[in-house]
């Protein structure tokens, strides 16, 4: 009842436009005896009179493959010893197309006309970014940090971009007073998800309304391919080609702990870059001190929704470490221990600390620290 399984693939030969391959899948089970592996292609048979109630099925999975191989002009054999394993080899001839296909590529210098989005999330260093973007995409955006605000705003835009998880009204929330038509604005328009969460897959999204959904941390090139579904008609054409920032990459970056590797494939410019990483910061010095405050008076909510919010950026900046930490302290229960907690604070300034000193130093973590 242990074991391993392999799957092989082999071309036999080739002649006259016909390919005929050779799939084995090689298990080191139970085995077959002689005398049953006579019996095993027919329907409703088992090679043990218990397999079913061991580990299921109905007999008919063999019987099933044999037909289809034969459809296929191929044939269906099996070879086993009993204690040591079988093996199931198929055979079929394959018609070699001429077809050639094209690599499907996405270009990270796509543009889009005349497009407008809405951005809502309270994260201001990931609007930041997202709006920094965008805009080299030739994308209009808004951006909003609670949707309060952007209801009440008489706008244009083509589609909405929204986080799920925020302190005031959540993603699910906003989707559902949209579809309500709580907001004058919207017109049916797109609205795409964005989460941290790994509670749900993109199924469960699509199926409650959303047009696409963005796992955290998601790429540049991702973002694309979804725009590029949803507005097909409105792509400009660019060559590829690669920005100076991002080929001026160090090798070691990649590797290290908090690199910018990810955040530049976003930006073209290292202007743009600063300025993102400039609200990084800005909102990093808040958010530190308000997990500080928040451990102070024992605020777990409050704690939690800071370390969701800031687990985006630090997943974008590759800082497992920290984000190890905040993955920690987004799960505190109300009985936590204080000192653990103060630890583990203690623990995150000094990993986002190591982190900043190799870009833009700005967050006074003296004033901050326990």
């Known amino acids: 009842e242990s074991g391993t399984v392999q799957i092989d693939a082999n071309e036999i030969d080739t002649k006259n436009g016909i390919s005929n391959v050779q799939i084995s899948v090689i298990d080191t089970g139970i085995g077959i005896s002689k005398e049953k592996q006579k019996l095993i292609f027919n329907e409703f048979t088992q090679a043990e009179n218990d397999t079913s109630t061991k580990f299921g099925g109905s007999g008919l999975g063999l019987a099933i493959s044999k037909k289809l191989t034969e459809l296929l002009n191929g044939k269906l054999t099996v070879k086993s010893v009993p204690e040591e ?36 999330d ?21 951006t909003f940090s609670e949707f309060s605000a952007f209801s009440t705003e008489k ?53 409650v309304g959303f047009a696409e959904m963005l796992a955290k941390p998601f790429t540049k090139l991702q973002i694309i391919t979804v725009l590029k579904h949803l507005f097909p008609n409105q792509i400009i054409s660019q060559s590829q080609k690669e920005e100076s920032t991002n080929n001026s990459i160090a090798a070691t970056e990649s590797d290290a702990e908090f690199n910018l590797t990810t955040l530049k494939s976003f930006l073209d410019t290292q202007e743009a870059l600063e300025e993102v990483l400039d609200v990084f910061n800005t909102q990093t010095e808040r958010d530190l001190i308000g997990i500080k405050t928040s451990i102070k008076n024992n605020d777990f909510k409050t704690i939690k929704d800071i370390c969701h919010r800031m687990l985006t950026m630090m997943r974008q900046l590759n800082g497992s470490e920290t984000v190890n930490i905040l993955e920690k302290m987004e799960k505190y229960s109300e009985n936590e221990n204080t000192s653990e907690m103060q630890n583990d604070f203690k623990n995150l300034c000094n990993s986002i600390e190591a982190g900043q000193k190799k870009w833009l130093q700005k967050v006074n973590f003296d004033a901050i620290k326990i």
């Open 122 to 142: 309270d994260d201001k260093a990931m609007c930041s970014l997202l709006k920094e973007m965008m805009e080299q995409m030739n994308i209009s955006v808004k």
């Open 155 to 207: 706008i244009d835009y083509d589609f909405i971009l929204t986080d799920i998880q925020m302190q005031q009204v959540d993603g699910f929330k906003i989707l559902e007073n949209l579809k309500n038509r709580e907001v004058s604005s919207y017109k049916n328009q797109p609205v795409i998800a964005m989460t941290g969460s790994r509670e749900h897959h993109r199924s469960f999204y699509l199926n």
């Open 85 to 120: 394993g079988s093996t199931f080899t198929f055979t079929i001839p394959l018609q070699i197309s001429k077809k050639v296909i094209s690599a499907n590529t996405v270009d990270k210098n796509q543009s889009f006309d005349t497009l407008n989005a809405v951005i809502i």
